[in-house]
């Protein structure tokens, strides 16, 4: 088949399933509507999630998640198998409409995974392998937009060189609630900064207080 | 439950009468049984009726019928209800009954054989083949073979046996061809992998297989919403007019089971006639029944005692007023349910397309769903289950489980945990007392290799690489948690204790100490 009739195919399929601009926005929890731009996430974007030398990128996240996972889509998680499930089950995520891929494999593998995980849920949750090339960075990032999927990017090591629509980034993280040898973790309260294209170019500063 | 399996073999020539000549029963064409003569000469089950007369000349041919064969069947029913109200029919020439009650009143389970095969014999003139086991569906193989087995030693009668008595053809070819020539081979397997591999099917296929009944919903009194009838305007007596209309009956009786999920293996038909009779009787189904195989047995039952002559034993004296059909037994039916999670279809099978894709990449255990599970630790209260495989119900979250660490709970849990050292403030290592107090304050945490060493391996990414390692002092910390885990069982006993400390860094984390280790477990990020 040449690629015209592909792309035709392409396009036909698209046009099958028309998607409602209402519909577009994926809901966040509201300790995070400030700090989008929207009060939402547009489907198919790409958003990345980092923390400058500070914890509470996990928990950021999961946050992100949290919302989505709310509203009754499916989400996935790959390439985490530290992730604290029952921190994510605690904050609301549904175990049951998550998918979990520990271990994606090597950086082609996994790009075929995540791709697949696209066509399955709504918001892919995804610690890209290191060794992950700057193309096929770009090129997952494409696949998110073309299946109206979010690509949620948690990226510790400032490592991921695909574009981003919205760069979250945790610049203060504390913990409070623990003494010496009394009381207990209890909240956890965290600085956000969210930049990003479009709307989202000036960067908004938030803080987020989550407590158990 | 303990089951008891009546068998009189060739019933169908029994019925009409051909027993003692070389007879078969034909159906489409296909031979569906035969007589002990026509065996003898080589007449064989599903030959074709050519085939057949070829082999033996002479042979007696009569067509399928079963309303017939279910009349002369009827007073065998009637006879063995006089022992026990409990019976059930399965087909013509098959019924069964729960065996505990009539034993214990009969002095035993061998008593009680003897007096039914006494009972059969007076009324149909055949020596009936009985037999009991722990399951309905093992009394139906012993009694081909005319055993009483044992109590308890079900499961290990029907290992012996070949694969193919489990029934569903194909499942039974895929099975052979995997190796698994006997029901012990396949039962041998675990029921979660069979499950994933073979459906409900395999799981029903399985159960049966280790001597369990198919699971059973409710047991007796069928809740009202699950019994159909009719009142008709006048006394009908014309067999096909009744045969109709309790053909519709059944199929509105599987129509309002369908949508809940549940087939029925146990029916009830009952009729009353003009005149205050009222006849009863219970069918037992060997699969589920279909729509289909409901309106046979319906069918069947109505036009088998409206059309035993008058005089007859238990056949009505006037037209039937009213029909009435109840699910006695139902079991869930797999094959038809909506989305288990209560979503649109399309979804859940839209995942699970994408994930047979991934484990055809990465194989089957790479993709799965948590589920949440009674425990102590952070890591041990989700259970990672494949996609498509079912757990056994795990220890429940609700129960206290002392020595929990209370909630928020950490968000990152490391698959790998590092060695640690926790120090108090005169260098000395932190230990935890027999009863629970630490031996210094925590004063330093030595992160030691955290951060250098090759944690997680390829792909582990992860929270494991962050901290730098080295020494942090504690600004803070809690506990710590004892937890004295399976203390009964000296194999999988544990001694744990669990540390909650915030560094000077920021970051908080959870500690354990185990065999006088300390490990790096959570961290709260």
Same mark, same amino acid.
């Given at each position: ?12 399929d698209?046009?099958l399933? @028309?998607?409602?601009?209402s519909?577009?926005?994926l ?27 500070? @914890? ?9 998640l949290?919302g ?6 499916w989400?996935?998680?790959?390439g985490?198998?530290g992730l604290?499930?029952v921190?994510a089950?605690?904050?609301g ?10 271990d994606?494999?090597d950086?082609e593998?996994?790009?075929?995974v995540?791709?697949a995980?696209f066509d ?8 890209p @392998? ?25 990226d510790?090591?400032m490592?991921w060189t695909? @574009? ?14 623990l003494?010496?040898g009394?009381?207990l ?23 987020v207080?989550?407590?158990? | ?35 002990a ?5 080589? #007449?064989?089950? *599903? ?5 057949a ?7 007696v ?12 069947f ?15 029919l399965?087909r013509?020439g098959?019924?069964s009954?729960p065996?505990?009650?009539?034993a ?5 389970e061998e008593a009680l ?7 059969v ?14 399951s309905?569906?093992a ?5 081909r073979h ?7 030693e079900t499961?290990?009668?029907l ?6 008595v ?12 995997l190796?698994?020539?006997r029901?012990?081979?396949?039962? /041998?397997?675990?029921? /979660?992998?069979?499950?994933?591999? +073979? ?19 409710? !047991? ?14 006048e ?10 209309l309790? %053909?519709?009956?059944?199929?509105? !009786? ?7 999920g549940?087939?029925c ?6 009729? %009353?006639?003009?005149?205050?009779e ?17 309106v046979?047995?319906v ?6 005692w ?8 238990g056949?009505?004296?006037?037209g039937?007023?009213?029909?009435r059909?109840?699910?006695g037994?139902v ?16 979804? *859940? ?13 990465l194989?089957h255990?790479? =993709? ?7 425990a *102590?630790?952070? /890591?041990?209260? =989700?259970? +990672?289950?494949?996609?498509?495989e079912? *757990?056994?119900?795990?220890?429940s ?6 020595g929990?660490?209370p ?5 990152? #849990?490391?698959p ?7 120090l108090?403030a ?11 107090r ?11 290799g ?8 390829s ?15 504690v ?5 710590p948690?004892?937890?004295e ?7 999988t006993?544990?001694?744990r ?6 560094l ?9 100490l ?12």
């Amino acid at each position: 088949m040449c690629s015209y009739t592909l792309a035709m195919a392409a396009l036909a399929d698209l046009a099958l399933t @028309p998607v409602l601009a209402s519909e577009r926005l994926l809901p966040v929890t509201a300790a995070l509507e400030a700090a989008l731009p929207q009060r939402g996430i547009q489907r198919g974007s790409t958003v990345l999630v980092t923390a400058e030398g500070v @914890p509470g990128c996990t928990s950021l996240a999961l946050e992100l998640l949290v919302g989505i996972s709310m509203s009754g889509s499916w989400c996935a998680v790959a390439g985490y198998p530290g992730l604290g499930l029952v921190a994510a089950s605690e904050r609301g995520l549904e175990l049951s409409r998550l998918l979990l891929v520990p271990d994606p494999g090597d950086p082609e593998r996994c790009q075929r995974v995540v791709a697949a995980l696209f066509d399955a849920v709504d918001a892919v949750l995804l610690v890209p @392998p290191r060794s992950i090339r700057p193309a096929d960075a770009r090129w997952l990032a494409v696949r998110a937009r073309d299946r109206h999927s979010v690509l949620m990017v948690l990226d510790r090591e400032m490592s991921w060189t695909g @574009p981003a629509d919205l760069r979250c980034s945790v610049t203060a993280s504390s913990w409070s609630g623990l003494g010496k040898g009394y009381g207990l973790l209890r909240s956890h309260s965290m600085e956000i900064e969210v930049t990003g294209r479009g709307a989202a170019a000036r960067p908004r500063r938030v803080s987020v207080s989550l407590s158990a | 439950m303990r089951t008891l399996v009546t068998w009189c073999p060739d019933w169908p020539l029994v019925a009409a009468g051909l027993d003692g000549v070389p007879a078969a029963v034909l159906r489409a064409n296909r031979v569906v049984a035969t007589s002990a003569p026509a065996r003898r000469e080589g #007449v064989r089950l *599903r030959q074709r009726r050519r085939e057949a007369e070829a082999i033996c000349p002479g042979i007696v041919i009569v067509p399928e019928d079963p309303v017939r064969d279910l009349r002369a069947f009827e007073p065998v029913v009637a006879a063995v209800g006089e022992l026990t109200p409990l019976v059930e029919l399965t087909r013509p020439g098959v019924c069964s009954l729960p065996v505990r009650g009539p034993a214990r009143y009969f002095g035993g389970e061998e008593a009680l054989a003897c007096r039914l095969r006494d009972v059969v014999g007076k009324v149909s003139r055949q020596r009936a083949r009985i037999g009991i086991a722990d399951s309905a569906f093992a009394a139906r193989l012993a009694a081909r073979h005319d055993l009483i087995v044992p109590a308890g030693e079900t499961a290990g009668w029907l290992a012996r046996l070949p694969v193919g008595v489990l029934g569903p053809p194909e499942l039974v070819e895929l099975l052979e061809r995997l190796g698994l020539h006997r029901v012990g081979d396949f039962t /041998a397997l675990d029921e /979660a992998t069979v499950g994933s591999r +073979f459906g409900s099917e395999g799981v029903r296929a399985h159960r049966m297989g280790r001597g369990f009944d198919t699971e059973v919903l409710s !047991l007796n009194d069928p809740p009202p919403d699950m019994t159909v009838s009719r009142e008709l305007e006048e006394p009908v007596d014309q067999v096909d007019v009744v045969a109709f209309l309790a %053909a519709g009956l059944a199929e509105e !009786l599987v129509g309002r089971l369908a949508p809940h999920g549940l087939a029925c293996t146990r029916l009830l038909v009952e009729a %009353a006639t003009e005149h205050g009779e009222e006849l009863s009787r219970w069918w037992r189904a060997e699969q589920p029944f279909t729509q289909r195989a409901m309106v046979d047995r319906v069918r069947w039952q109505l036009e088998g005692w409206l059309s035993a002559g008058p005089g007859a034993p238990g056949a009505p004296t006037s037209g039937v007023m009213s029909i009435r059909l109840s699910a006695g037994e139902v079991i869930p039916e797999e094959g038809r349910q909506l989305g288990i999670f209560g979503e649109p279809a399309e979804v *859940r099978q839209r995942v699970e397309r994408q994930v047979a894709r991934i484990q055809s990449l990465l194989g089957h255990e790479a =993709v799965g769903t948590a589920v949440a599970v009674g425990a *102590r630790g952070p /890591a041990e209260q =989700v259970c +990672f289950v494949p996609f498509g495989e079912t *757990r056994e119900e795990p220890a429940s979250v609700r129960h206290p489980w002392p020595g929990r660490l209370p909630s928020p709970a950490p968000a990152v #849990v490391y698959p790998v945990r590092l060695s640690v050292a926790v120090l108090g403030a005169d260098g000395s290592e932190v230990g935890v007392t027999g009863r629970g107090r630490c031996t210094a304050e925590p004063a330093v945490v030595d992160l030691g290799g955290v951060g250098r060493a090759g944690n997680g391996g390829s792909g582990g990414g992860g929270g494991e690489r962050r901290h730098g390692g080295g020494r942090r002092s504690v600004v803070g910390w809690a506990g710590p948690w004892p937890a004295e885990e399976r203390w009964w069982d000296p194999h999988t006993a544990r001694r744990r204790a669990r540390l909650q400390v915030q560094l000077e860094d920021g970051s908080a984390h959870v500690l354990v100490l185990e065999g006088g280790r300390w490990r790096l477990e959570a961290t709260y990020d």
